[in-house]
């Protein structure tokens, strides 16, 4: 969940960190560090942002043409400056960055203990540096052999970069569970967690392999080895990203363009995809499993956050057009419950990131017990997309933000085409349905253009209950998922409790917190169930609460029951979530700004969560 970058070549290397420190800053923010490698080895670290690094180091020595820099999410060790990254070996040659967990770090420390390493640190990172130092030592090996009988010895996951001061024209790195890309520029590398940092230099990068090793050097050659020292073809890509898309494009934040973006994206990922007035939708990976999709004894969809949620909705699509048995479980929980799972299931995966460890591990599970496996993802080349046996991405560009808005209308976009294809496949929706969903759901990115008309009203509305401590969101059918959805925005960046709830639970234990300070989001949308959300609106009111309705348009009954409502456009029940969520996204953005959060980078969280 941390941000590795690293750059060898001829020019400064320490701008080049920085700035990809800064474009990484998403994935941890809890301190930051470089190592500098110009003759001596000069490293520079701080607890808290980039920006406080780059304070602490605007009178030091950066001079060098090769570095390697790290932005920490906190796994080992509280957030401090000795635990901050990069660590050193013993004999203060080796410097390393780390994304990961090494699992059997305790096991290592009391043995290299034991041979008279002293650490300073709390980190499993500390430990691997010193592994690398001892068999460096006693085995009289380079350090790209040391690193690769090292990672030998290591259990867990990682994204590892070293550099060696006996050695000041290479860089070693590898990978296993965790995301690692390579930048090919005119003699130079660049490397990196992600694309971000490179796009400004070069459009050609190799992302590494699982327990693959790649040694980089400053003469522009460069070899990728297994861990079992094979020699490996490296599959130079192209990269399908402009350095704009990665900037703000002059919104305040990050995660206001992304919702901003969403009539845009939400067409992407339709884009060459339907066409309506043939009836025609062609993913791919459906296409290509077509039969065993169609025939499968049941969808299990693994996932994580707020890609879980989406997986909800997914449920209600699947079941409901295709009447495929759906269940959705969290990634996290999903293989240490021992699930039965055949050869006639399908394990649909969503990850924004497509490195998400959980996830990745339910696949690996589902893989084994021969499902076939279909991922749902952002990111071109991550592991998800590599791992599946088939897939389709949402085409949504970089998501910079942490709490996820473009990527969760992207995924939905992608289930509903899915559930669709499916339904005409399994002949379980009329051609008369079937049309005029795929007409609507052509609508819909003008109908969002239409529900971010509203902005203005819901930052008055954010205004009045920006200073709430809990927060209720009901919702029913469809809309259920959403108001989990609306809850979870509203907690992961305004540091407000909410929970979402389905509306008819309510009376089953949450209408107890309800007062005159409670404020409660009504999903009230989804025709089908209309009187039964109206009467759990009584409940709220004579109860006191306060209430925010998300309605259609024209709907006054429940607009003079409401405290405050939004109105968006009316759409078919299975489309609803695509237009409801755009208002619960812009409220717990506008509360998040009035009290002062940080909402590109909230506290405790990050952006792609690559540890278990």
Request: hydrophobic share 40%; aromatic share 6%.
């Amino acid at each position: 969940m941390c941000g590795i970058v690293a750059y060898i070549g001829k020019r400064e290397a320490y701008p080049i960190l920085i700035k990809g420190l800064q474009r990484l800053e998403y994935r941890g923010y809890d301190s930051a560090g470089v190592a500098l490698l110009d003759k001596e080895l000069k490293i520079y670290k701080r607890k808290g942002k980039v920006n406080d690094l780059v304070e602490y180091a605007k009178d030091k020595d950066v001079k060098a043409s090769i570095g390697i820099g790290h932005t920490r999410w906190a796994t080992h060790g509280e957030p401090n400056h000795v635990n901050a990254h990069p660590h050193t070996s013993g004999n203060t040659n080796l410097a390393i960055i780390h994304n990961g967990i090494i699992e059997n770090y305790e096991s290592l420390r009391t043995a290299l203990s034991k041979e008279g390493h002293v650490f300073e640190s709390e980190t499993d990172t500390e430990v691997l540096v010193h592994l690398i130092e001892e068999i460096q030592y006693k085995e009289a090996v380079d350090i790209e052999e040391a690193v690769r009988i090292a990672l030998t010895k290591v259990v867990g996951a990682y994204a590892i970069v070293v550099i060696d001061k006996t050695n000041p024209h290479k860089i070693v790195a590898a990978r296993k569970g965790s995301p690692l890309v390579v930048g090919l520029g005119e003699n130079e590398f660049f490397l990196a967690s992600d694309a971000s940092p490179i796009v400004e230099y070069t459009k050609n990068v190799v992302y590494i392999k699982d327990e693959e090793i790649v040694s980089l050097t400053n003469d522009g050659s460069f070899t990728i080895k297994s861990i079992d020292n094979e020699i490996q073809t490296p599959f130079i890509q192209k990269l399908d990203m402009e350095i704009e898309s990665i900037e703000k494009g002059g919104y305040e934040h990050y995660m206001l363009k992304e919702i901003y973006q969403q009539p845009t994206t939400i067409a992407d990922a339709m884009r060459g995809r339907l066409n309506s007035k043939k009836g025609i939708i062609t993913l791919g990976g459906v296409m290509e499993f077509g039969n065993r999709m169609k025939d499968a004894d049941r969808l299990i969809i693994a996932a994580c956050g707020t890609s879980w949620i989406a997986g909800l909705i997914g449920e209600y699509l699947f079941e409901d057009l295709a009447r495929i048995p759906t269940e959705v479980e969290y990634a996290s929980e999903f293989r240490y419950r021992n699930p039965i799972i055949t050869n006639k299931d399908v394990i649909i995966a969503i990850s924004q990131s497509g490195e998400t460890a959980d996830t990745l591990a339910a696949l690996e599970l589902a893989k084994e017990k021969d499902a076939l496996t279909y991922g749902i993802c952002n990111v071109v080349g991550s592991s998800i997309a590599r791992i599946t046996d088939a897939g389709s991405y949402i085409h949504a560009g970089p998501e910079i933000g942490v709490a996820s808005t473009k990527a969760f209308t992207g995924q939905l976009t992608l289930l509903t085409l899915m559930a669709l294809q499916l339904a005409q496949k399994r002949g379980t929706i009329s051609q008369s349905y079937y049309f005029q969903l795929l007409n609507e759901l052509e609508n819909i990115p003008a109908k969002v253009k239409q529900v971010l008309e509203n902005d203005k009203k819901i930052k008055y509305i954010a205004n009045i209950w920006k200073d709430a401590q809990n927060a209720l969101y009901l919702g029913r059918g469809y809309c259920f998922p959403v108001a989990l959805e609306g809850a979870l925005k509203l907690k992961e960046i305004s540091y407000i409790h909410a929970e979402g709830y389905p509306a008819a639970e309510m009376k089953h234990g949450p209408i107890a917190l309800i007062d005159e300070n409670m404020p409660v989001m009504v999903i009230a949308t989804t025709d089908s169930t209309r009187e039964k959300v109206i009467s759990n609106i009584q409940e709220v009111k004579a109860r006191k609460g306060k209430i925010l309705a998300i309605i259609n348009e024209g709907d006054e009954q429940i607009a003079k029951l409401a405290d405050h409502y939004i109105e968006i456009p009316a759409t078919e029940e299975p489309l609803a979530p695509l237009l409801s969520v755009v208002p619960l996204q812009l409220l717990a953005y506008h509360i998040a700004v009035l009290r002062g959060c940080n909402v590109d980078q909230p506290r405790n969280l990050a952006k792609s969560v690559t540890v278990e």
